[in-house]
T-cell receptor, first 115, second 113 residues
Framework: KAGVTQTPRYLIKTRGQQVTLSCSPISGHRSVSWYQQTPGQGLQFLFE???????NKGNFPGRFSGRQFSNSRSEMNVSTLELGDSALYLC??????????????FGAGSRLTVL | GDSVTQMEGPVTLSEEAFLTINCTYTATGYPSLFWYVQYPGEGLQLLLK?????DKGSNKGFEATYRKETTSFHLEKGSVQVSDSAVYFCALTNQGGSEKLVFGKGTKLTVNP
């Protein structure tokens, strides 16, 4: 069974550009979450989607946005990139069968470097 | 808001040594608690979880017990191996209907042969 697939794995952008990251969840999983991982701030929650609806959002500026498609695939976009956006962006999916009981399966991440 | 505090690393042990990584949390209500592990160049993998007080999660020789009275979820392993070298994250989820995880800062473990 295929895991959570994130593309691209690595990318380099310059300040002011925008970037779109993609996440394909495990087949049958309807919930997708995104996290930002940096050495200084650790793992921080970005968004959570379920059945194409954003269910929860972390404390990030409006430059960070996301969406989920009818096939549960998700994308996140960061506009007007800043140096501080350099990070590993992790996507996770789950069946979402009940609060607190779900196991999130994480992808390998997309490593973004902003120059 | 909810938070997780885990012991600062890095932790360096010899093979077959005993491991403890401390984790305490602050949360209202009854959170579910998790330990995730991240190997170099990879995403996070669930190591174990506990969903209510006094539950013990276990996997691959690792154990952690949900202690509500001390708001703790310490990770232990009796005999570590070189292959256990990784970064370990304690986390909680505490929002009904949401799977948002709140993570600790992570503890890097290095096991030497």
């Amino acid at each position: 069974k295929a895991g959570v697939t994130q593309t691209p794995r690595y990318l380099i952008k310059t300040r002011g550009q925008q970037v779109t990251l993609s996440c394909s969840p495990i087949s049958g999983h309807r919930s997708v979450s995104w996290y930002q991982q940096t050495p200084g701030q650790g793992l921080q929650f970005l968004f959570e989607y379920f059945s194409e609806t954003q269910r929860n959002k972390g404390n990030f500026p409006g430059r960070f946005s996301g969406r989920q498609f009818s096939n549960s695939r998700s994308e996140m976009n960061v506009s007007t990139l800043e140096l501080g956006d350099s990070a590993l962006y992790l996507c996770a999916s789950s069946f979402n069968i009940g609060a607190g009981a779900n196991v999130l399966t994480f992808g390998a991440g997309s490593r973004l470097t902003v120059l | 808001g909810d938070s997780v505090t885990q012991m600062e690393g890095p932790v360096t042990l010899s093979e077959e040594a005993f491991l403890t990584i401390n984790c305490t949390y602050t949360a209202t209500g009854y959170p579910s608690l998790f330990w995730y592990v991240q190997y170099p160049g990879e995403g996070l993998q669930l190591l174990l979880k506990a969903t209510k007080a006094d539950d013990k999660g276990s996997n691959k020789g690792f154990e952690a017990t949900y202690r509500k009275e001390t708001t703790s979820f310490h990770l232990e392993k009796g005999s570590v191996q070189v292959s256990d070298s990784a970064v370990y994250f304690c986390a909680l989820t505490n929002q009904g209907g949401s799977e948002k995880l709140v993570f600790g800062k992570g503890t890097k473990l290095t096991v030497n042969p």
